[in-house]
């Protein structure tokens, strides 16, 4: 019987590197997807990405750029894009998750025109 030994723990050096390379900040206050769009967190809203597992909000210049999740099992690519086309996000889907590294992937929804000024700025600073 082969046993896969599960890391205990996030990869705090990983999730650090995304946010110093992206000069934002994590605020501690709560999470929610449709903060990226001027709706603030409501606990009464459920509204939830697909797959949503372990969100949380990263800022830039105060304001909400990015909602990061990292879910267990892959999500439905069909299901985000529809999501996002609902919401007026955009997202991107990458392996290199900080939540369990090998057994969960990032996803990164963001607003696109803020996206857009934050690489304007970001290339402009770099």
Not at 20 to 39: A, M, P, T, Y
Not at 62 to 75: A, D, E, S
Not at 118 to 123: D, L, M, P, S, V
Request: glycine share 4%; hydrophobic share 35%; with cysteine.
């Amino acid at each position: 019987m082969l046993l896969i030994a599960m890391p205990q723990q996030p990869d705090n050096a990983m999730k650090q590197a995304f946010i110093d390379e992206r000069h934002l900040k994590i605020n501690n206050r709560r999470s929610h997807v449709l903060q990226l769009v001027g709706i603030p967190y409501d606990g009464e809203l459920p509204v939830t990405p697909p797959g949503d597992d372990h969100g949380e909000t990263f800022y830039w210049l105060g304001k909400p750029l990015f909602y990061v999740y990292h879910p267990y099992n892959r999500p439905d690519e069909n299901e985000i894009a529809a999501f996002c086309e609902q919401h007026c996000l955009r997202y991107e889907i990458s392996p290199d998750s900080w939540h369990f590294p090998g057994w969960t992937v990032r996803v990164t929804m963001f607003e696109p025109r803020h996206k857009a000024a934050w690489e304007a700025t970001h290339r402009i600073c770099d």
